[in-house]
């Protein structure tokens, strides 16, 4: 008796298990997890980018300080590689 609950108890877990891994595979389930990756990766990528954007901002502000530049006007057009 103890031996046939037992396995029934193991036959009911199992059955529960494959259910669970068998519904997180339907198509609509993997593409609801693609997305909430894609959106939590493209989150990142923007916070890293403005992370990069500041940090080179405060080193360019250094570096123009170091060397008695006046600071870049972002307000004019001109391109130091034309010589404006």
Known sequence: ?????FYITVGAFLAV????????????????????RAAGLA????????DVRA?????ETELRSRMGLESVDRN?????????
Not at 18 to 26: G, I
């Open 1 to 5: 008796m103890i031996r046939r609950t």
């Open 17 to 36: 298990w494959v259910m669970r891994k068998l519904q997180a595979m339907r198509p609509d389930s993997v593409a609801r997890r693609a997305a909430d």
């Open 43 to 50: 989150g990142e990528l923007a916070e890293f980018a403005g």
């Open 55 to 59: 940090i080179a901002r405060d080193r």
């Open 76 to 84: 004019h057009d001109h391109d130091v590689k034309d010589g404006r």
